[in-house]
């Protein structure tokens, strides 16, 4: 373990150091791999390069790491591609907020690692001995983001710690940076247990760190124990004491040039100036991270800005602001959680690579008048046909416009099949169930699955996208469940995962809960769905659950957390799909989950059918006649 914490902290040594202390050219850069047949040397290059953007420009970081893994690929020069995936794993996850690409970078490094322990390749930057234990901390940290703990606590306790490494502290580091690595050492755990709400933990490491921190020079001294010990007083609502922490880490982030940190420090000043009712004050520091977001990426932070900034625009009553800020909300939202970002990137480093290397531009230029040119005489050619063939090709249209409508009538007939034709009946409780498909074939879905002791398995599920293809994984999920066996609801999750990735849609994915129904109990298992709602008629109050899995389809091996509470008389449990919660009014704000919530627990003195009813005018009220984007689904089931 003591190994582990060294290869990490003289990882994050290199970047600080490389980030502080070097000016990069681009083109001088890319003319010396152009210079040079070394393929090390060129993936030395692509590789410095991303780690000078790492915590300024997550985007370009992505796109220098992706051309030195392509390279590292091209040329089976494997013994990089741990340190590629490491990099691209923590500016997904720090900066970019793409949990889900920092997750399968994460993979991808642990993948990498294997194969060179198989091929005995020594791997660039820590040794073999600990490489597997430094992929384990990695996909710890990525499911902690993830919101997964009890994933990040199975990895992290592969590290050979479950509590992080106090040992560090034995370890011999050349005078002059011993007390900044052992600080680090103290702050990266108390960050680990900050991400996962284990904030007694995180105080403990953090203590530490600060004490070592304290007892340093100003150049020795880092910002991230401040920062971390601000994010507890958050936590215990002592917001005066935060934001003085804030402002004793943000001299030290602006001396090692850590400018995603400082973002992250104005945010946390803001943040903690709103809960304490000071607005003008949130805004001023708020808008400091707008401005400097201009040149520096920190998406999340620029989302969690803009959000802050909507709520003190609201509260101040200026509607135009509010809409203004509400809108990046949105279009940000929209980046931080697309699954596909990794693509975007390997697109983007493409396209950089074009401009920044275009070589005997003349040339290139006259080729493409010769091919546009060329393009164009075909076009005319073509076009000409086509004119002649206009009537019957609008006969042909016409034909394959009727067929497309046939498909998608069978295609909905299909579906409408999916669903079971009636609820089923128990004595002691009372279902109801709705769904309305935002296109002619939806991505929803619910099911029932009664057994001959009587208990029953509630199922609600919500495949990616809409129309056909999504029809077509609501057909394999349907057929994938009635091929299990009843087990307990995680592993009927686990199973199917195995079954809808072993059949391999592409892109396509399924969320999925499930609700195992017994006499006076419930078992509660999801895979990427909105939260269950449970009402207790004993308390009046109504529990969220949130143990969320990926989406089935997505990674081979995931398991998935089952819970189970005692349901009684009047309770009532609620499962849905994310399109009433997140349908937006005529403003483009959503509906929200805190409304929905209580409007359940004041609903829940209702039949099942008459709680939906409530639910779906309350929505389309909402709406007001706006046509809903997404699907919604909602399966009620109260305990007589």
Known sequence: MKKLLFALLLMILNATLFAATNKVNIQDSLRKIDQTND??????????????????KGDSAIIYHTKAERLAIETKSYSWLPAIYNSMSSVSNTVLGNYPAGLYYSFEELKSVNKCLEQGINIFIFPNNIALDWCNYNIAMSYAFLGNKSKALEYISKTGSKNGSKEFNEIQIQKGVERRFRTMAQAVWA??????????????????????????SFENKWGEPYVVLADIFTHQKEYEKA???????????????????????????????????KYDSSIAHANKVINMSSDITFT???????????????????????L?????????????????????????????????????????????????????????????YLNGKRKQRERLRQIEEDRKNNELAAARDLQQSMLPKENPKRADLDIATFIRSSTEVGGDYYDFFPQPDGVIFSVCGDATGHGVTSGMMVSVTKAGLNGISPVKPNKILQRLNGVVKRIDLGTLRMSLNIAEITNDEVFLSSAA????????????????FMNNGLPLGGLRDEDFVLENRKFEAGDVLVQLSDGLPEAPNLEGEMYDYERLSSLIQSSCHLTAQEIIDVLIKSVDEWMQGKRNPDDITLVVTKKK
């Open 300 to 322: 999340e932070g620029l989302l969690k800005t803009n959000q802050l900034l909507f709520k003190l625009y609201t509260l101040k009553g200026n509607r135009d602001s509010a």
């Open 39 to 56: 393929n090390n040397i060129k993936i030395s290059t692509f590789y410095n390069l991303g780690q000078y953007y790492n915590y300024y």
């Open 529 to 544: 769905m909105p939260p269950i709602y449970l009402y207790k008629a004993a308390t009046k109050q109504v529990e969220e």
């Open 243 to 277: 934001i003085n922490a804030f402002k004793v880490a943000l001299p030290y982030a602006i001396k090692d040039n850590f400018y995603k940190d400082i973002l992250e420090i104005y945010y946390g000043i803001a943040n903690n100036y709103y809960l304490l009712n």
């Open 324 to 384: 203004k800020y509400i809108i990046k909300t949105d279009s940000l939202r929209d980046e931080v959680f697309n699954n596909s970002k990794a693509n975007d990137a390997q697109n983007m480093a493409i396209n950089e690579e074009a401009k920044q290397r275009a070589l005997a531009e003349q040339d290139a230029k006259q080729r493409k008048i010769l091919i546009i040119t060329a393009i164009g005489l075909i076009l005319v050619a073509v076009g000409v």
């Open 191 to 216: 960050q680990f247990f900050v991400i996962i709400k284990e904030y007694e933990k995180a105080l403990s490491f953090n203590t530490t760190a600060r004490r070592l921190n304290d007892s340093s």
